[in-house]
C-alpha cells in the first residue's frame, strides 16, 4: 500500500471507505458525566442522546494521544496523510502534529502531512476523499498537499441545530437566550469561517426555514457545483435529511451527494436533530 488517510473519528466515513484499506479512523472520546464513550463503531448514538438530555451538563471530549497517531503512522505506506477535526475547536491538529514528531524521531523518515480541516464531520470526509482523488491520479506527495489545501481553502460548511441545549450547556448562549429562543422557535444557521471557528450567518423560526435558509446560501457560496461533492451528516433525522437531499437537487447539479449519520463528536455538536452540509 503506497499510502494511507488517517481521520479522526469527527469525520464520518462512508461504509464504502471504511472497507477501503487506505482509511483508519482515530478514534476521540466523550464523557457524559462519569459515562465514558469511545467514539468507534462501539458507539451508541440513542443512548447518547438519551443521556445528554438527562444530564445538566455539557458532554465533554478528549482528543486522541500523540502516541495513538503513531500508532496510526506505523504502517507500510510510504505516505500518510491525516485530517482532522479544526484546529480552533480541538486538539486533535495539535496531537496529530506531536505524533508525526515523535514517529519520525523515533521510526525514521516517511512521507506525513496533517491537514487542518478547518472543518467538522462530513467536511474532513470529503476532504479525505480529495486526499484519495489525488493519489489515484498519481499526483507527488507535495501535489497532493498542495491541491488538498486549496480545496480545504475553498470548502463551504453550514449547520442548523434542531435544540440550543448544548450551546446554553456549555455557556455559549445564555439561558435568557435561549429560552427566548426556544420560546419563539428561532433556529440558528451557523457556517464555518476561513479560520475553522464558528459564526451564525443567520437565523429563521422554525427548523424547516433555517434549513432552507442554510440550503440557498450554501449553493449560492459554492462554485462549479457540477465538479463537487456534496456530503450530508445527520444526527438522528434521517426524513430531514432525505428532505434537504431534494430541496438541493432542485437548485443545482452536484457531481455527487452523500448522506451519513453523524458518530459521536458531530452528535455532541450537532445535537439531536442537527443537520451538517458541506460542498
Same mark, same amino acid.
Given at each position: ?63 486522541? $494521544?500523540?502516541?495513538?497517531? =503513531? ?10 496523510? =491525516? ?35 478547518? $472543518? ?14 489525488? #493519489? ?29 441545549? !448544548? ?15 426556544? !420560546? ?68 443545482? #447539479? ?26
Amino acid at each position: 500500500m503506497d499510502y494511507k488517510i488517517v481521520v479522526d473519528s469527527c469525520g464520518e466515513l462512508p461504509e464504502k471507505l471504511k472497507k477501503d484499506g487506505h482509511f483508519e479512523s482515530v478514534p476521540l472520546e466523550i464523557f457524559v458525566d462519569d459515562y465514558h464513550i469511545v467514539d468507534d463503531e462501539t458507539f451508541d448514538q440513542p443512548e447518547f442522546l438519551k443521556r445528554v438530555a438527562k444530564s445538566p451538563n455539557c458532554p465533554k471530549s478528549t482528543c486522541p $494521544s500523540p502516541e495513538r497517531y =503513531v500508532e496510526a503512522f506505523d504502517c507500510e505506506a510510504k505516505r500518510v496523510y =491525516v485530517v482532522t477535526l479544526s484546529s480552533q475547536l480541538s486538539g486533535s491538529y495539535n496531537s496529530a502534529e506531536l505524533g508525526r514528531n515523535l514517529y519520525l524521531e523515533e521510526k525514521g523518515e516517511k512521507q506525513i502531512h496533517v491537514f487542518d480541516s478547518k $472543518s467538522a464531520s462530513v467536511g474532513e470526509t470529503v476532504i479525505a476523499m480529495k486526499i484519495q482523488e489525488c #493519489e489515484e491520479a498519481g499526483y507527488s506527495f507535495e501535489e497532493v498537499i498542495g491541491k488538498v489545501d486549496a480545496f480545504i481553502a475553498g470548502l463551504n460548511t453550514s449547520f442548523v441545530l434542531e435544540t440550543l441545549e !448544548t450551546l446554553r450547556k456549555n455557556g455559549r448562549l445564555s439561558n435568557i437566550k435561549a429560552f427566548v429562543a426556544n !420560546t419563539l422557535n428561532i433556529k440558528p444557521v451557523m457556517a464555518g469561517t476561513a479560520e475553522g471557528t464558528i459564526c451564525q450567518i443567520g437565523q429563521a423560526r422554525g427548523i424547516v426555514k433555517a434549513v432552507d435558509k442554510m440550503i440557498t446560501d450554501l449553493v449560492a457560496k459554492t462554485v462549479n457545483p457540477k465538479e463537487k461533492i456534496l456530503a450530508i451528516s445527520h444526527c438522528n433525522c434521517p426524513k430531514r435529511a432525505k428532505e434537504t437531499v431534494e430541496k438541493i437537487k432542485k437548485l443545482a #447539479e452536484f457531481r455527487e451527494i452523500i448522506v451519513v449519520e453523524t458518530a459521536g463528536i458531530s452528535s455532541m455538536y450537532a445535537s439531536d436533530g442537527g443537520i451538517i452540509i458541506v460542498a
